[in-house]
Every structure is written in C-alpha cells, then in structure tokens.
Nanobody, 126 residues
C-alpha cells in the first residue's frame, strides 16, 4: 500500500522560507507524477506545483519564481522549497501522486490524482 506523509510545515513571517517534504512508502517515487496542492479554509484545493517522471515541472502562477519542486529518488521523497512567503500562501499543503503521465493541466484538477497525504499546515503572518 502506497503512503504519502508530509512534513516541514509551520509558522513563519512574510518573506521567510519553509521546506516541505513528502515521504513515499510502498512504491518507488520515480514511477509517479508527483505534486503539491494546498487548501485554505473556505476555499477549494488548488494545485501548487508538479514534477513528472522525466523531471518536467509546472507551477501555479501564484508561486512561480518563489517555490521550487524537486524529488530525491534515492530517499523516495518529494520536496517543496518555498521562499518569499506571503500571508496568502497560508494553507494546508498536501502531497499527491498520479500513476499516469504528467501534464501542466493536471495542476488544475485535484480529481485527476490518485493518492494523497494527510497534509501539513503552513501559516504565514504579516
């Protein structure tokens, strides 16, 4: 059974940085398209970034240039480096995996992802 477990969330002031990680167990991360989503209270879950099996990446406009997605196949982990954080980045952040191919459009559809972690909270204060 494949499991995704996020870590690294916390509270930070605007302009600060956080690094999220997602540990994958039960299968090899290289077999999946991997992504990060976030959901703020009262809002829909939205795509943040994805990385494909060929290391293709795509970012939401709101985070492009500030966030970097990466994966480490040697330790089966997905990462999200978040810099220049803003209060509007505050949300629960979720790791997601998709068994099929990656396309930029998959960031727009949470329904197209197969596996989800439990989430890690990020709070950015002004």
């Amino acid at each position: 059974q494949v499991q995704l477990v996020e870590s690294g969330g916390g509270s930070v002031q605007a302009g600060g940085s956080l690094r999220l990680s997602c540990a994958v167990s039960g299968d090899t991360i290289g077999a999946y398209c991997m992504g990060w989503f976030r959901q703020a209270p009262g809002k829909e879950r939205e795509g943040v970034a994805l990385i494909g099996r060929t290391l293709f990446t795509n970012y939401a406009d709101a985070v492009a240039g500030r966030f970097t997605i990466s994966k480490d196949n040697s330790v089966n982990a997905l990462n999200l480096q978040m810099n220049s954080l803003k209060p509007e980045d505050s949300a629960m952040y979720y790791c997601a995996a998709r068994r099929a191919y990656c396309a930029g459009s998959h960031l727009a559809s949470a329904r197209s992802w197969d596996l989800w972690g439990q989430g890690t909270q990020v709070t950015v204060s002004s």
